[in-house]
Structures are given as structure tokens and as C-alpha cells.
């Protein structure tokens, strides 16, 4: 199982956290992954110059914006 974890700390979320959270699940939901796909938050990584930061399965993405996302998760995923 994949997991992507979003910081949901002040810095990355008024960064954009917050619309980086709505679009993995949406993401998430139209591409039938709910069974293969944990989303979670989590508090301040101390990573805050970075953000909005995003981590699937332990690799850290930084400056994370939902134009790139898409690309990510597709890249991450095996979905390309």
C-alpha cells in the first residue's frame, strides 16, 4: 500500500497544504485507488523552508503545488 502523508503544519498548509490535501483525494477517488492509496497528515516536520511539503511512502517532496502534483502522484503511483 502506497502512503502519502501531507503536512499539515501552519507553514505548509497556508502555503497550500490545504488545497494539496483536496486534490490527492479527489485524485485518489477518480482514479479508483481508496484500496492501494493511504492519505494521511501530519503535524510540522521541520522541514517548513520547503513547503507546502508532501511525502509518499517516505520520500519527501518539497515546494509541492497541485499543478505539479499530478505528476507526481502519477510518477509515484506507476500510473503514467
Known amino acids: 500500500m502506497t502512503e502519502i502523508t501531507i503536512c ?5 498548509f497556508s502555503r497550500g497544504n490545504s488545497l494539496n490535501a483536496a486534490f490527492v483525494q479527489k485524485f485518489i477517488e477518480e482514479n479508483n485507488l481508496a484500496d492501494q492509496v493511504r492519505l494521511k ?3 510540522c516536520e521541520n522541514e517548513c523552508k520547503g513547503g507546502p511539503n508532501v511525502k509518499i511512502n517516505g520520500k519527501m517532496f518539497t515546494q509541492v503545488e497541485p499543478a505539479g502534483l499530478e505528476l507526481i502522484l502519477r510518477h509515484e503511483l506507476g500510473l503514467q
Open 8 to 12: 499539515m503544519g501552519s507553514s505548509c
Open 41 to 43: 497528515g501530519c503535524l
